[in-house]
Nanobody, 119 residues
């Protein structure tokens, strides 16, 4: 059973910073691309940032320049650091990973962690 567990969400002040972590556990061959998505009330889930197993990163335009995604391939962990938080950053943040089991790849999701931006 593969599990993704996020941590680090909560209440963040407007203009402040946050750090989210995600740990992948279970039995699998390897982890390919990992990423963070978010979903605000009434909106569709959107990509925030992703990182491939080779370290290539991709960011949403809305977070470029104030967000860093990183991973530890040995520990199968993912981290998201974001600063200069805006009201529109408030959402549930989900960790996702492409997991290889046998000769197939599956996409797994964490349960989500709430980020609230306060003024």
């Amino acid at each position: 059973q593969v599990q993704l567990v996020e941590s680090g969400g909560g209440l963040v002040q407007l203009g402040g910073s946050l750090r989210l972590s995600c740990a992948v556990s279970g039995s699998f061959l390897k982890v390919n691309t990992m990423g963070w998505y978010r979903q605000a009330p009434g909106k569709t889930r959107e990509l925030v940032a992703s990182i491939s197993s080779s370290g290539r990163t991709n960011y949403a335009d809305s977070v470029k320049g104030r967000c860093t995604v990183s991973s530890d391939n040995d520990k199968n962990t993912l981290c998201l650091e974001m600063n200069s938080l805006k009201p529109e950053d408030a959402a549930i943040y989900y960790c996702t990973a492409e997991i290889v089991i046998g000769n197939l790849q599956y996409q797994y999701w964490g349960q989500g962690t709430q980020v609230t931006v306060s003024s």
